[in-house]
């Protein structure tokens, strides 16, 4: 079992930065893949970022691609999703996923049913 706990969300304006941080205690996380997902109010939840155990290979959803950037300290058991020039359609509940891989690098996952472990969710809210 793994248990991830999300934190860093909050009310910036639009353009503004957040830095969200998963923390994951009960395994090392070195040997998860990790991801990112948001879900919006009535709207189903949708990948925004993925890494791979090693940090190598990283993914992002199009809406996200040259503004987010996803990261992961093993020894520290910490993904994090660094979010810049965001808008109020990035409004969401962001939540932390992990799921055990055999591979270490160049394996990431974008679905939501390939993820076992989830965390409870942190609230971005983006004023315009």
Not at 66 to 71: A, H, K, L, Q
Request: glycine letters at 12%.
């Amino acid at each position: 079992q793994v248990q991830l706990a999300e934190s860093g969300g909050g009310l910036v304006q639009t353009g503004g930065s957040l830095r969200l941080s998963c923390a994951a205690s009960g395994r090392t996380i070195s040997n998860f893949a990790m991801g990112w997902f948001r879900q919006a109010p009535g709207k189903e939840r949708d990948f925004v970022a993925a890494i791979s155990r090693n940090g190598g290979s990283s993914n992002y959803a199009d809406s996200v691609k040259g503004r987010f950037t996803i990261s992961r300290d093993n020894a520290k058991n910490t993904v994090y999703l660094q979010t810049n020039s965001l808008k109020p359609e990035d409004t969401a509940v962001y939540y932390c996923a992990a799921r055990e891989s055999i591979y270490s690098g160049g394996s990431y996952y974008t679905l939501v049913s390939e993820y076992r472990y989830w965390g409870q969710g942190t609230q971005v809210t983006v004023s315009s």
